[in-house]
């Protein structure tokens, strides 16, 4: 039995699910100043006449680290970064950093030592703060100098926590890399006190279970794991749905995926039954970092979208002035429309009715209108799909064969999920002429999703025959090459048993691994090969435990 | 931190060499894109990177005659190259950012307008399918093209030789040191376009203070002089003092310095093989430097292997070889009416060009027709012999853009007149107004 709890913008859902079927939901008000207070209100209603010491895991999907930075309940960083030779990222990174000597090249090679004096100076001139982060150039290279600038602020400066840039990615990205290790150290006394506060709770309740939060990615970490690493759990919110729509729908092939909510459509674009990812990190507070999130693009059409006419044109949102007409609110929206098409059947239908008639042109009817209204709102997600394609395709490659021979997405299906889905996705899907799914559980696909979200975690392996050694970043290692013939197999088998190893230590479980980035190079110098650049990311599936259907496991 | 608009068009090729062990080779751009992305240049608001476009055989076609065709000369990474140059330029041309870089391989400044093979590494020259394209589909007309790789842009003063409109500009390595061994003071346009071919051959050990006096007082004056619709650089970085193909002294800040002065439109990424050395510090200088951002930072850990200092007699050189080329631009109008009086009608060379890749010879006389009302038509014998291939002969005539209606009907004529008499083994005409290559 399962407990998955997603904190949204309004509401925090909540469900049980129990070998594939949804077994109980529960919304409860989310409070801004008081996250805890909604995930526990919704989380005793969902656990009512259930008995919790069954539960086998309960998963968090929370907003905590979003509200504590747009809350300002961040604490300030000692920022130390080891940039080298190259751009001056000073006005791009969140706070004033301390520059360091030292310098790791591209190859990993040490081309000057970082100085102690320097830290110990800066530690001084930091004196009081209690968090740090330390990043460094092409770190993921060569950890050693992030390590020991790490050693000599511990020392001088005793701090509750410290961040290094390699830890919290594999990739290369120094800039995104310092911007994510400055979040994660800002965030985690807040963080930490939620977590705790969290398990204090459960302890109440006599529930037993492991907790876990969701990532960005669409993985879960277990809490603990969570506290030395939060800036992953930012923007969960989206990746919950995403995995929602994998549990109620485990598309196939290529789809595209709809969060239709209250002011939102989430769109998710899929191939081979698997969410893409975006390129880049995510975005924190405007600055770029490297927190991996699903590929998502955002377009302001929902239930509660303010429809009017401008110019004698209908048009919809991006705005909400509240909720439909027919539920008492001021103006007419997008639901009022779904009611009066029988696509949805809550509150007054003589006030959605009338809510069409303040928009009519002439003489139409609240039906006319009605299909007029969400034909617009269709259309809009329609271009957003339209565009996001378009986006795709304009990605950069670095290869001949893929500008050659690269697919544009063409997805077959749309799946809807979220309150609204029911009323629009289906015009979607006819816009784009493909067929449609939209669950019956399609309005808890958020709380389901954080529900089965399986763990996820990754290393990312670089190795260099020709010096002989090899790094995985996010584990702080740099050893030397076991042979002087190595291959990029030889790489997936060793980064394998290295995740194998972080896993353990996290309290993970290893299921599906798979390749998500790998490229070998030869070496050649004056005209004879040398040795081989090799990198590859594996990382464990973001994935499921089970589908969930009404019917049961489907 | 807000960069001026500028836009990358990265493409590192990482599936194509022209062999495991070659210069040109999947590895050459490794370091730079490992470089770029470990930089966050990407990140910069201000700063966005361009998929490059396929070129077509057309595109291609508007610029070289392939012998006995182009297709079967190329690979799809010449088009994707190509086409990484169109697509930064039309970046430039549509105004959605107000330079680019085409940071591309393989490189094209040694393909000529001819081709049997490959020279230099190029096969077909990207610039000059990118200006072809400019000029045809956003009505480009004056371009200036400044070469800065440490080789003699041969192929690109060979496309533009007899164009005024075009300005060619070339520094290197002076070609008596290096290959291609060409690229002298003398070599300055036929007759027509005599002055618009400017060749600044430099001794080797130049450093940043030598490579910067001919840009303040020769390149950039010159510039100002011929007010050009769009500058190119064709931004070789074998200059590099780390270079294992060339013996100059230029650093990457002498790169950058470079770049923000000459304001280039697009840049398009040339030779440059030091790939660890220079290659990851001269592209991010250059990028910055493009972006109208500081890069006073960018300096190679190995900076204190650079020479510093030149010695008195080739700055003395310098000086003179400045003064001499400046003389010849400023009389450039009088000596073009001087040469065009003595060449009568037509004016002919004959040359000897070989494709060391390949390991052809090509034996090649030109001939153009030098026309009060236009700009003539040229006519190409071109012959080649090489180790493995059959012997090829093509017969060429090219009627370039704005000709009359003569010499229209005269280049026509001289095709068919030399397919009647059979001694080539093809025959094309090339129509630059009409877009159109004919295998006659």
Partial sequence: ?554 | MHAKPFGLVFFPAFDWAISPTHPEREERLLYTRDQIVEEGLLDIPGIREYKPRLATVKDVERVHIGVPDIDSLITDAHLVSAGGAIAAAEAVVRREVDSAFALVRPPGHHAMRVVHGTRGFCTINIEAVMVAYLRRHHGIGKVAIVDTDVHHGDGTQDIFYHDPDTLFISFHQDGRTLYPGSGFTDEAGSPQALGTTINLPLPPGTTDEGLHYVLDNLILPVLDDFKPDIIINSAGQDNHYSDPLANMAITAQGYARLAEKLQADIAVLEGGYSIEAALPYVNTGIILAMAGLDYSKVIEPDIDRAPRGESEAAKAYVRQLVDKQYDLWRSRDRLSKEAIAKSGDFWQRRRGIYYDDSGINEHQTEKLRLCPDCRGYLTIASESEGNYLANKSAYIVVVPLHSCQKCRQDGRDAVLAAKKQGKYGYYFIQDQEKDLLENI
Wanted: glycine share 10%; aromatic share 6%.
């Fill in chain 1, 1 to 554: 039995m399962l407990l998955g709890i997603d904190v949204g913008g309004t509401f925090t859902d909540a469900v049980i699910i129990e070998e594939g079927r949804l077994l109980a939901q529960a919304k409860a008000p989310t409070l801004h100043h008081d996250l805890l207070d909604g995930v526990l209100a919704a989380m005793d209603q969902v656990l009512a006449g259930i008995d919790a010491s069954r539960l086998a895991r309960v998963a968090l999907s929370t907003t905590i680290v979003t509200n504590a930075l747009v809350e300002g309940k961040t604490e300030r960083v000692g920022l130390l970064l080891l940039p080298g030779p190259g751009m001056d990222i000073s006005a791009l990174v969140p706070e004033k950093p301390y520059i360091l000597s030292g310098y790791i090249d591209h190859r990993g090679r040490e081309t000057a030592k970082p100085v102690g004096d320097e830290v110990a100076r800066a530690c001084l001139e930091l004196n009081g703060t209690a968090v740090f982060a330390v990043a460094g150039k092409f770190a993921v290279r060569n950890p050693s100098h992030e390590k020991s600038v790490a050693d000599w602020v511990r020392q001088q400066a005793r701090p509750d926590f410290l961040t290094t840039g390699a830890a919290v990615s594999g990739e290369l990205n120094f800039l995104r890399r310092a911007n994510s290790a400055y979040f994660n150290s800002a965030v985690w006394r807040h963080f930490g006190r939620f977590a705790a506060a969290v398990r204090q709770a459960m302890i109440k309740r006599g529930i037993n279970a492991p907790l876990y939060v969701l990532k960005a990615d669409g993985g879960t970490m277990p809490l603990a794991a969570a506290e030395s690493m939060p800036v992953e759990a930012v923007f969960t919110g989206p990746a919950a749905s995403v995995l929602g729509v994998m549990s109620l729908a485990a598309p196939t092939g290529e789809t595209v995926s709809l969060d239709i909510g209250g002011t939102t459509t989430d769109i998710a674009l899929w191939r081979d039954g698997v969410p893409l990812v975006a390129g880049r990190g995510a975005k924190i507070a405007g600055y770029p970092t490297a927190v991996r999130s699903f590929w998502l693009q955002s377009v302001g059409v929902g239930g509660d979208s303010l429809v009017r006419r401008e110019a004698g044109k209908l048009v919809v949102g991006p705005m909400r002035l509240g909720p439909a007409m027919a539920v008492g609110g001021p103006s007419p929206t997008v639901a009022d429309a779904m009611i009066v098409a029988g696509l949805a059947s809550f509150g007054d239908a003589v006030l959605a009715a009338q809510a069409m008639r303040q928009i009519a042109d002439g003489d139409e009817t609240p039906a006319q209108v009605a299909k007029n209204v969400l034909a617009v709102a269709a259309d809009k997600i329609f271009a957003a799909i339209v565009q996001m394609i378009a986006e795709r395709v304009a990605e950069p490659v670095y290869r001949v064969e893929d500008v050659v021979h690269g697919r544009p997405p063409n997805p077959g299906s749309v799946i809807g999920v979220g309150g609204a889905a029911a009323g629009l996705a289906p015009l979607v899907a006819e816009r784009l002429g493909v067929s449609c799914i939209v669950p019956p559980e399609a309005a808890v696909a958020n709380a389901i999703g954080a529900a089965v979200a399986r763990p996820t975690l990754e290393v990312t392996l670089r190795v260099d025959t020709d010096q002989g050694y090899y790094t995985i970043a996010e584990m702080g290692l740099r050893e030397s090459l076991p042979q002087k013939r190595f291959g990029l197999n030889d790489a997936r088998e060793l980064a394998g048993r290295h995740l194998a190893q972080r896993a353990a230590q996290a309290g993970i479980s290893v299921t599906a691994v798979e390749t998500v980035f790998a490229e070998e190079f030869n070496m050649v110098r004056g005209f004879t090969t040398t040795g081989k650049i090799i990198t590859c990311r594996l990382q464990i599936k973001p994935g499921v435990f089970s589908a969930t259907g009404s019917e049961g496991g489907v």
